[in-house]
């Protein structure tokens, strides 16, 4: 961490592709990491979040308290504890393909209010920009993770603040956008990041005090590819196939 | 409360111009009021806003735990309560003059963070759209009450939800965008709503178990001349003038 650097708001959930995105942004900025407590099924995800922002040397991170959205939203997605829908699991033979449509899994609004939080934050330490580990290649389908949305949210950020009004606009950062899962595996590993403390599954299954990633959804299946075909060792723990 | 008229989100404060939008949107629409307690000094407006949520008789209101927002933006706006800043203050015989510059009491990306938590919500209650009280010309000279702001919302959070992929976006309804405040108040009073349990005052004074506005922070001051414009009784209870 330079201590002389700009300041940034960093979106770190604690998977593969922000964990990326934090070390990129921390060869450049003084870090505050943001993270999100909404209710996820993948809270332990938070964990990681906290040990990668101590391992990069942040700022600052803070994990915000938004149950109340998990429960407003439980009916519309999977990804929430309090939700009557599943993860989709595959079987493991099926080669992860292209999701067409926008999977169960998708979180109503929720990178539009996790950018909006980190706007808030963003300007009240004068941080130069926001950066978020979205990509539109390798993923799942959502629309807020799409290069045009970054875009529309950025010009309303600019409307939205005071930064925007007097002329010096905050930032953002989606160093990810056209990336292949593999490639990104591979600029990681070039940053120093260690994967075995980051966690993408969208269901991972409690064994004792470890965490077993399920192996099956469509996080699962995207990341284990990504690291096949970048030739690196995957570290992640899975659940034996049933 | 038209039980087969389509649903809304409404963005409710308890301040006067949310609390007309709400008597507004009752018409046309099952209510569902959001609200949102973000440290802010005059959190006795959440008493009005659950007081008028049932009088209008809403289909659901929540009212959202953001604490946590407050102690982060608060060394950069005077509206929250763990602030340092004052709320700037007129003497009683000061006319309110139009606010050239954005105030101190601008809140960091407020009404982005409220209104993508609305679109959340909304999406996952398949609301037709979200209503919101900004107005444009008796206003504070936030940023985020423009109607282009409300426009470049409207363009994001059509990108960034399965609603606006799919062809039937979220709308945005801003009804008071083009009113002066004596306009507001008229509409408003011919709606029945009562202002006597409305409060706007940023930086309000507990007397006993009343409150009273201060009477001299810009928005006492836009409120007491609307009531005067409007000819109508202001029912405000004020501090006596120091």
């Known amino acids: 961490m330079n201590a002389d650097a700009p300041a940034a708001v960093v979106l770190l959930s604690g998977g593969l592709d922000s964990t990326t995105v934090l070390a990129a942004a921390s060869r450049q900025r003084r870090v505050h990491a943001l993270s999100f407590r909404y209710g996820q099924r993948h809270a332990v995800e938070l964990a990681c979040a906290r040990r990668q922002a101590t391992r990069f040397g942040v700022a600052a991170h803070e994990i ?3 149950g109340h959205l998990g429960r407003l939203v439980a009916g519309a997605t999977a990804l929430v504890e309090s939700s009557p829908l ?3 699991k595959h079987a493991p033979s099926e080669r992860a393909a292209p999701v067409s449509e926008i999977p169960v899994t998708y979180v109503p609004a929720r990178n539009a209010l996790f950018l909006s939080y980190a706007l808030a934050w963003a300007e009240a330490i004068d941080a130069a920009d926001i950066w978020i580990g979205t990509n539109a290649l390798d993923y799942s389908g959502y629309p807020d993770c799409r290069p045009e949305f970054i875009a529309a949210f950025a010009t309303m950020a600019g409307l939205a603040t005071r930064r925007g009004v007097e002329g010096h606009a905050i930032g ?7 990336l292949r899962k593999h490639e990104i595996i591979a600029l990681g590993t070039s940053l120093g990041v260690d994967y ?10 409690a064994e004792g005090d470890r965490v077993l990633a399920c192996g099956t959804c469509d996080s699962c299946r995207l990341r284990r590819e990504g690291f096949s075909l970048a030739g690196v060792a ?7 196939a049933t």
Chains 1, 2 share one sequence.
């Not at 075995?196 to 299954?205: K, Q, V």
């Open 172 to 178: 953002f950062e989606a160093p990810l956008s056209s």
């Open 196 to 205: 075995a403390d980051t966690i993408s599954c969208y269901d991972p299954i």
């Open 234 to 240: 995957d570290p992640t723990r899975y659940a034996p």
């Open 86 to 88: 599943a993860v989709p």
């Open 64 to 66: 915000v308290e938004l």
